[in-house]
């Protein structure tokens, strides 16, 4: 099972900018699929951005253009940097791991972002 701390969340007024980081620990890391999923109030979990052992990237719609992930493997570490943050962007934004070799995934506990408007 691997472990993730997501850390950065907070408020920001809209047209602002965060950057989330998750660390990961008990697996290894640079095989493992990572990404950034949230869950506003009274709506599902919806995916954000992952990011593969490949560096190769994938955005939801509503992100693109605004939202960068990226990973850093010698610190067992993924970030999301969100540029242009909008009050439809208020949710809990938890950490997401694939490990392919076990087929196990993981989520972390969750940050809060808020953007005022």
């Known amino acids: 099972q691997v472990q993730l701390v997501e850390s950065g969340g907070g408020l920001v007024q809209a047209g602002g900018s965060l950057t989330l980081s998750c660390v990961a620990s008990g697996s290894i890391f640079s095989r493992n699929y990572m990404g950034w999923y949230r869950q506003a109030p009274g709506k599902q979990r919806e995916l954000v951005a992952t990011?593969?052992?490949?560096?190769?990237?994938n955005y939801a719609d509503s992100v693109k253009g605004r939202f960068t992930v990226s990973r850093d493997n010698n610190k067992s570490t993924v970030y999301l940097r969100m540029n242009s943050l909008k009050p439809d962007d208020t949710a809990v934004y938890y950490c997401?791991?694939?490990?392919?070799?076990?087929?196990?995934?993981?989520w972390g506990q969750g940050t809060q972002v808020t953007v005022s408007s």
């Open positions: 997401w791991s694939f490990a392919p070799i076990s087929g196990t995934t993981s």
């Open positions: 990011i593969t052992a490949s560096f190769s990237t």
